[in-house]
T-cell receptor, first 116, second 116 residues
C-alpha cells in the first residue's frame, strides 16, 4: 500500500459528461502529480501541484482542470468527455519540492475511466 | 524528439538470471532525477529505484541497480536473480524542472517475461 488513495477505482460515463477524480496524498506529502495512461499515448504527465499551488503543466487538455485543497487532497476534473479520454488516471505524491526533485513518488492505484 | 527512450519493447529472461533493461534520456536541465517503475498486470505503479543527476554512485535497491552513465545519458536498470514475479511492464522516467515545479516524462516501457 503506497499510502496514496484514489477514488473511484472505476468510472464509466457517457461522452459529453463531466467527472471528478479524487486523490488523497500520503500523510505529510505536499506535492501531487497527475498522470494519464492510455494505450496510444502511454504515460503522460498532466499537472503538478505543491501545497495548493499549480507548479508545472504537462500535456493537459483545456477540458481538464485540477486543484489541490488546503487539506492537500487533489481533484482532477474532466469535462466534455470524449471516447479518447478513456484511460487510467494516476496520481502520485511526494514530500518536498526543495530538494531538486524527490527521491520517490508514490502512486495511487489509479482510476480507470471508460467513456462510452 | 523523444526525451526518454526504451528501445526494448519486450525482453525474456530465465528465472535466476540477471537482465538489463535499457533507458536513454535527453535533457538540458543539469538537475534531474531518473526513476524506474514496475507495473504488473494488476495495473499499479510500483517505485523501484531513483538516481539523481548529481549522485556519484549508482543507485541500488535490493535486487535492483541502476547503471548510470551520465555522459552517455544512459540509465539502465539491472535486475539480478530474476524471479517469476518480476514479469511486468517496466518504465523509465525522468523528472526535470519546469517553471516552479517538476514534470516527469516516461518512456514507452519494456515488458519483461521471466521464464521458469
Amino acid at each position: 500500500d503506497s499510502g496514496v488513495t484514489q477514488t473511484p477505482k472505476h468510472l464509466i460515463t457517457a461522452t459529453g459528461q463531466r467527472v471528478t477524480l479524487r486523490c488523497s496524498p500520503r500523510s505529510g506529502d505536499l506535492s501531487v502529480y497527475w498522470y494519464q495512461q492510455s494505450l496510444d499515448q502511454g504515460l503522460q504527465f498532466l499537472i503538478h501541484y505543491y501545497n495548493g499551488e499549480e507548479r508545472a503543466k504537462g500535456n493537459i487538455l483545456e477540458r481538464f482542470s485540477a486543484q489541490q485543497f488546503p487539506d492537500l487532497h487533489s481533484e482532477l476534473n474532466l469535462s466534455s468527455l470524449e471516447l479518447g479520454d478513456s484511460a487510467l488516471y494516476f496520481c502520485a505524491s511526494s514530500g518536498s519540492i526543495d530538494r531538486g526533485g524527490d527521491t520517490e513518488a508514490f502512486f495511487g492505484q489509479g482510476t480507470r475511466l471508460t467513456v462510452v | 524528439a523523444q526525451k526518454i527512450t526504451q528501445t526494448q519493447p519486450g525482453m525474456f529472461v530465465q528465472e535466476k538470471e540477471a537482465v538489463t533493461l535499457d533507458c536513454t534520456y535527453d535533457t538540458s536541465d543539469p538537475s534531474y532525477g531518473l526513476f524506474w517503475y514496475k507495473q504488473p498486470s494488476s495495473g499499479e505503479m510500483i517505485f523501484l529505484i531513483y538516481q539523481g543527476s548529481y549522485d556519484q554512485q549508482n543507485a541500488t535497491e535490493g535486487r535492483y541497480s541502476l547503471n548510470f552513465q551520465k555522459a552517455r545519458k544512459s540509465a539502465n536498470l539491472v535486475i539480478s536473480a530474476s524471479q517469476l514475479g518480476d514479469s511486468a511492464m517496466y518504465f523509465c522516467a525522468m523528472r526535470e524542472r519546469d517553471t516552479g515545479g517538476f514534470k516527469t516524462i516516461f518512456g514507452a516501457g519494456t515488458r519483461l517475461f521471466v521464464k521458469a
